[in-house]
């Protein structure tokens, strides 16, 4: 495998149903991390459905702008898993079934899982003349490496575990001789409590002093991410970042709760488990989103102890102890009555530390006085600490409880912290 001059790289997503709005395209995110980290720059992504035609017309067009070319998906044994054809097609070349490819697939099938293998698995054996397979060691389906004019294309399955077990075992250590002499080193660091606008105002001097190196401001429900990225040798490129990194938290200082892939929930965890405390909710309109997020992080039974989702009056004043004059008082949405549910649940649990979400989600219920979008919070802790907050949220529905979920963990993640 010669060195390739170019190190360019365009990744080829093929599958008609990621066209439609049920499936995403994820292969290349990771394709494009681990690329870059080998000196290769991403210069072109494509998704193209299951068509010969769309597959070979990417395929010209990505050779022209690219030395690598990475295809995943369309290796399965249907009829609509087209790609081995499509490239050997566009590559002029003839395909031929391997039979002994054919007969380790069945005996995976027979020999291992004692199932007779469908004939049409043995699609999944056919080769295009000249290439190099990729071993799979998760799956039926083989990758395939090939060149034609100084252009290499790696053909992957679009199982995620698959493509990644084929690229790291048969791909990446043979990229080293194809990558260039700089590398990509990214970071993202997440930040809470603060809008896209307040932040942009408040780092732009150090957008100033960086400005040889990319900086985006990507808003999303509750959150900011900052990008940041530079490019060189290896060593003097972690080392830019670095001080990048520095710069940026000097002025944002604890408004940074995580980076990379951390998200909130797992930020506040990650401060729980430190404090050895555990946490209990009281949710309303968010009907169980904020317990969703923090048991989507693995371990969370380490920490979180449970959650009451009080939905009604009712359950407001059965399970949680809201006062009935509370709610007269005050009504379902209002700080008393988030402070009173907190309690509860810091009672109810025996948790170290408790939060409350209640308000108009949408996109009836609101008053003139309470409008749709108005929620309120509360957290307390077993050690006295309490704080309760109301705040108005835009947008529809969704927008509104996941919104709400992000700023109630923020307040949680405050009191760990100790900043009001």
Not at 237 to 266: K, P, Q, W
Not at 335 to 357: C, H, N, P, Q, Y
């Amino acid at each position: 495998m010669s060195a390739n001059p170019a190190p360019r790289a365009a990744i080829l997503a093929i599958g008609t149903e990621m066209l439609g709005p049920f499936r995403q395209d994820t292969n290349s995110l990771w394709l494009t991390r681990q690329l870059e980290a080998k000196g290769i720059t991403v210069v072109r992504k494509a998704v193209v459905p299951d068509e010969p035609a769309e597959i070979a017309r990417e395929l010209s067009c990505a050779s022209q702008a690219a030395g690598w070319i990475f295809t995943t998906g369309g290796l399965g044994p249907t009829a609509d898993d087209l790609t081995v054809s499509s490239v050997a097609a566009w590559l002029g070349v003839p395909v031929h079934r391997d039979e002994q490819w054919v007969a380790a697939m069945r005996e995976r099938w027979e020999g291992k899982r004692g199932i007779r293998m469908p004939a049409v698995n043995e699609k999944q054996g056919d080769v295009p003349e000249g290439a190099r397979v990729l071993e799979n060691p998760r799956g039926t389906a083989p990758g395939f490496w090939l060149e034609k004019d100084g252009v290499r294309i790696v053909i992957l399955p679009g199982v995620p575990s698959e493509m990644r077990e084929i690229f790291e075992r048969c791909v990446a250590p043979h990229l080293d001789n194809g990558a260039g002499e700089s590398v990509t080193r990214r970071r993202v660091l997440r930040i809470a409590g603060m809008g896209e606008s307040a932040i942009e105002e408040l780092v732009a001097p150090i957008y100033r002093k960086w400005s040889d190196d990319p900086v985006t401001i990507l808003a999303s429900p509750g959150e900011v991410e900052l990008h940041l990225s530079t490019r060189g040798q290896a060593a003097a490129a972690e080392s830019r970042l670095a001080a990048i990194e520095e710069d940026f938290r000097a002025v944002l200082g604890n408004r940074i709760h995580g980076i990379d892939g951390e998200t909130m929930a797992a930020s506040v965890g990650r401060l729980l488990l430190e404090k050895k405390w555990t946490l209990a909710l009281a949710e309303s309109c968010t009907g169980g989103l904020v317990s969703a997020l923090l048991t989507d992080v693995p371990g969370s039974s380490r920490y979180f102890a449970g959650t009451v989702v009080s939905y009604s009056d009712a359950s407001k004043r059965e399970l949680l102890g809201v006062s009935a004059e509370t709610l007269r008082d005050h009504g379902a949405v209002s700080d008393e009555t988030a402070r009173e549910m907190a309690r509860g649940a810091l009672a109810r649990f025996g948790a170290d530390v408790a939060a409350s979400i209640t308000g108009i989600a949408g996109p009836d219920g609101g008053t003139p006085e309470k409008p749709v979008g108005t929620v309120c919070f509360a957290v307390v802790g077993r050690d006295g600490r309490e704080e309760s907050k109301g705040r108005f949220f835009g947008g529809d529905r969704e927008m509104v409880r996941r919104t709400s979920a992000m700023f109630s963990l923020e307040m949680v993640r405050r009191l760990l912290i100790g900043t009001p």
